[in-house]
DNA sequence: CAGGTCATGTAAAGCGTTACATGATTTT
DNA sequence: AAAATCATGTAACGCTTTACATGACCTG
C-alpha cells in the first residue's frame, strides 16, 4: 500500500467533504439520528474544538443524502415531525476514507486573549495582568466544563474518552502557560 | 418591530470592532505602515492565534479611515504605489478600550484531528495510532516554527515575546498529551 | 534578465452564526 | 397552565479564503 494521493482517475469523483459534513458524518455512525440529535451532541461533546449550528446541520444533512452519503426516513413521534438519518455505505466509506487519510489537517485557533496580550506593550501594566488574568478565569472555566463531561463519560467507547483526555490536558496546559506568565509579570512589577 | 442593536447611544457610538479591525489597530500602533507590511507581520506572529488575508486587510484599512480611526497618505517609493496608514487619537482609543475590555473574549478552536479522534471508533486500532501520530507531527512542526520565530525574537517589546512563551508552552504541552495518547494506545494493543 | 519581493486590490465562493418562525410533546 | 424540551427549518448577514489581476523595484 503506497501512499496514495487522491488521484483524479476514478474513485475519487466524490467533492471533498465539507467541514460540517465531517461532524454530521460522525455522529451518524455514532447513532445519533436527527438533527436535532446531532446538535445536541455536537454541544455536549466536539463543540470545543469543533461547533456547528442548526443553520449548517439541516441543510448539510439534505446535501450528504442527495451525495447519497445518508439516507432520510420519516419517522414522527406523534404529530411531531421528525427525519432520521442513517448512513449509506457510501457514507460509511467516505467517513472512513476522511479518517484514514492524513491531508490536509485543518488546525485552527481564534485566541482572542493571546492577541490582546501580543498588543499588551499598548495598555498598562495593570491591564496586561488583567488580560492575563481574564485569559487564566477563561481557561479555568472550560476545564470545568470538560471535567463535568468527563465525570458522565463512560469509558466504553474510546474515541471520545481519548479526546477528553487530550483536551483536558491541553486546556490544563494552557492555564499553566498563562500562570506563569501572570508570575512573571508579577515579579517584574513586584505588583499584588 | 425593527432590529434594534445597541448604536445610537451616544457615549458609545462605535460599532463594535470587527475581527480584522483587532489585528490591524494593534499592528498599526505597533508600526507598521502599509496593508502589506501587516499582513507579512501578522504571517510571521500571530498567524498561530489571528490569522489575517489580503481580502479583509485592505477593505478593512479603508472602513479603519472611513470611522476616523486611522489616517492614510499616499507614499510612493518611486513610482510604485504606496498608502501609508497611521492611528489617529480615536484610533488608539479603540485599542485601548478593546485591550483594557475583558468582554467577549472570542476563543475558537477548530482540530481536525481532535476529531478525527472522537470518531476514531469507525477506525481500525492502526489507523487510530496513525490519526494520534499525525497530530504529534503536526503539532512539532508547529513548535519548531514557534521556536525559529523565538530565535529572532528580541525581548525588546514585552507583548509579542510574552505571547510567544504562551504559544510554544501550550503548544509543547499539547505535543505530550498526544504522546500521552499515544502510550495509551500503544499499552492497550501492544503495537510497536 | 529572471526571479523574488513590494505593493495593491477585487470578485466569487464558502463557511458560519444569529435571529426568527413554528408547533408538538413532556415535565413541573 | 406554564415552562422546558423536541424538532425543523430559513433568511440575512458577516467573516474569511482563494484566486485572480497588475505592475514596479531589487538582487544575483
Known sequence: MSTRR???TRASTEAALTPTAKVILGMLAFGKQTGYDVKQFVD???RFFWAA?????????RRLEEAGLARSQPEPSGARARTVYTLTDAGRTALHDWLA???DTAWELRDEG?????FSDSASP???LAIVRGSIARHRHKLEQLRAIEAGAA???PGPYLTLQVGIRM???TIEAWEATERRLREQTGKE
Chains 1, 2 share one sequence.
Do not use: H, N, V
Open 6 to 8: 487522491p488521484d483524479t
Open 44 to 46: 455536549k461533546t466536539t
Open 53 to 61: 449550528s442548526y443553520g449548517q446541520i439541516y441543510p448539510e444533512l
Open 101 to 103: 487519510s492524513g491531508e
Open 114 to 118: 493571546m492577541l490582546r496580550l501580543f
Open 126 to 128: 495593570d491591564e496586561r
Open 155 to 157: 469509558e466504553g467507547s
Open 171 to 173: 486546556t490544563e496546559a
